[in-house]
């Protein structure tokens, strides 16, 4: 099908059972915001709000993904993936954010989930991926710690009906942005300014990710079937001589918050000064927040280079860029040797047991071209972004990293949040006008390598 010359790596060179897949979350593809039951989450919210999101642009029709999964597993069974990570939009299953189930949104996750085993497609499915029901932030969202049991009755009851047939479950998406940039630095839904809010916010995101992991063990049926928890994470190094110290902080703050309590059953200590007047902490709640999981989703995109404190009161860094590297449109740093030392970190400081690079991509600014009647996208950057960081994935794989599977983000265009549709991170590019999906140069390169000495 593609004219690609046969890519440097092979799947052979990855395990056998490895899972080859692609990214998405609910509300940045879906659309169809007000059917079947669906109620507003603070992502509808937010991005109506004058101003909170480049160009104003919102998630009520996106890729229209609600309408079109079978196009959308389509292509993916025609690049020759087998696996998918999406996410579960709680408004549409828990419209009121507890207590009754709606059914007709269940019933759109179980067909997609069909869909998908049809073609030999494993499904994982994020049950957070910020699109919180608006209800809920209207009672504190999560600085208040009901959300939390809240969240764990809706991982039960979505568990319940879709565990005999999803592979993987991952509890939150990146709690980090949702907390800090959502109640800090206001850049985020639902787009407060407090830190106060925001630590309340993070221990309770721990918290609900302990209470359902239980839960989700539970009704989990599949004997494969697996549960952990996706956080986001940056490679770190001092911008200057005598930055060491921030650049520790700036780890600690960045990539630990999270990592730290899942994994070690305690906040950083360097945090201590700013987590401890606000950390609503309640006996036990460590144990229950570092309850053993399977595996951890680490989603990387760039290094950051800290030279000083852009502001103190929110933890916000001045990073330098580095002359003599590329950058791709959002302004992040292309680093693969990033993801090389993160992987390689968590497998010997943390001896987590299995990884999976559940989001990793880049956005870059694509055009469409005409050749023989036929629309191609020839996304370069891209695909080298791609190759370079599959390497290096397969560089930590041979030293001994337990890693399991790589999701590529994205599958298409889709809402990227604050940045609207602007941003383009798919291998499949979308037409907005008229929904038409195109599969850019970078998908044709993933194709070619899953389908090299398969
Ligand atoms: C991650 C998010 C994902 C997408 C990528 C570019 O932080 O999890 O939804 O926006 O960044």
Redesign the pocket.
């Known amino acids: 099908m593609s004219a690609e010359p046969k890519p440097e790596l092979a799947r052979s060179d990855f395990p056998a059972d490895f899972a080859w897949g692609v990214a998405t ?1 609910s509300y ?1 593809i879906e659309g169809a915001v007000n059917e079947d039951g669906r109620s507003p989450s603070i992502w509808d919210t937010f991005s109506h709000t004058p101003g909170k999101v480049d160009n104003d642009d919102t998630g009520d029709v996106a890729c229209d993904h609600y309408h079109r999964y079978k196009e959308d597993v389509g292509l993916m069974s025609q690049l020759g993936l087998n696996s998918y990570r999406f996410s579960i939009a709680w408004p549409r299953i828990v419209p009121e954010g507890k207590g009754e189930i709606n059914l007709k949104g269940v019933d759109f996750y179980a067909r997609l989930v069909d869909e998908l085993l049809e073609k030999n497609i494993q499904p994982y499915a994020t049950l957070y ?1 910020w699109d919180l029901p608006q209800v809920l932030e209207d009672k504190g969202g999560w600085s208040n710690r009901d959300t939390a049991l809240y969240f764990q009755e809706y991982a039960d009851k979505i568990s319940r009906l879709l565990g005999d047939r999803v592979k993987g479950w991952i509890t939150l ?2 709690p980090w ?1 949702a907390s800090i940039l959502g109640y800090l630095q206001g850049v985020h839904a639902p787009g407060l300014h407090s830190m106060e809010k925001a630590v309340r916010a993070t221990h309770h995101m721990l918290l609900a990710h302990g209470l359902a992991v239980p839960a989700l063990r539970r009704n989990a049926l599949r004997s494969d079937a697996e549960v952990g928890v996706t956080l ?1 994470f940056n490679y770190i190094e001092p911008g200057r001589p005598g930055a060491e110290q921030l650049a520790q902080l700036k780890d600690a703050w960045d990539n630990r918050l999270f990592l730290d309590p899942l994994f070690k059953g305690a906040y950083p200590t360097e945090l201590y000064p700013i987590l401890s007047q606000y950390l609503p902490l309640e006996r036990e709640d460590m144990e229950i927040i570092s309850t053993p999981v399977d595996f951890m989703g680490v ?1 990387y ?1 760039f290094r950051t280079l800290p030279v000083e404190w852009a502001d103190q009161a929110t933890m916000s860094f001045k990073d330098r860029p580095n002359e003599g590297s590329e950058y791709t449109a959002m302004g992040w740093e292309i680093y693969p040797e990033g993801l090389y030392q993160l992987l390689t970190r968590f497998h010997r400081d943390y001896g987590i047991k299995k990884l999976y690079i559940t ?1 990793n ?1 880049s956005a870059f600014q694509d055009s469409v071209v005409e050749e023989d009647g036929n629309n191609f996208v020839h996304d370069a950057g891209r695909k080298k972004y791609l190759q370079e960081h599959f390497g290096a994935a397969l560089r930590a794989y041979r030293d001994g990293v337990p890693l399991a599977g790589y999701f590529v ?2 599958l298409l265009d889709n809402f ?2 604050g940045y609207g549709y602007d941003k383009r ?1 798919g291998i499949v590019y979308v037409d907005y006008p008229t929904q038409k999906r195109i599969i850019k140069d970078s998908a044709y390169w993933y194709e070619s390598l899953l389908k090299s000495n398969a």
């Open positions: 979350a940045q991926h998406n990146e942005v986001s989603n995109y989001e991509g983000w994205s990227e949040w991170f």
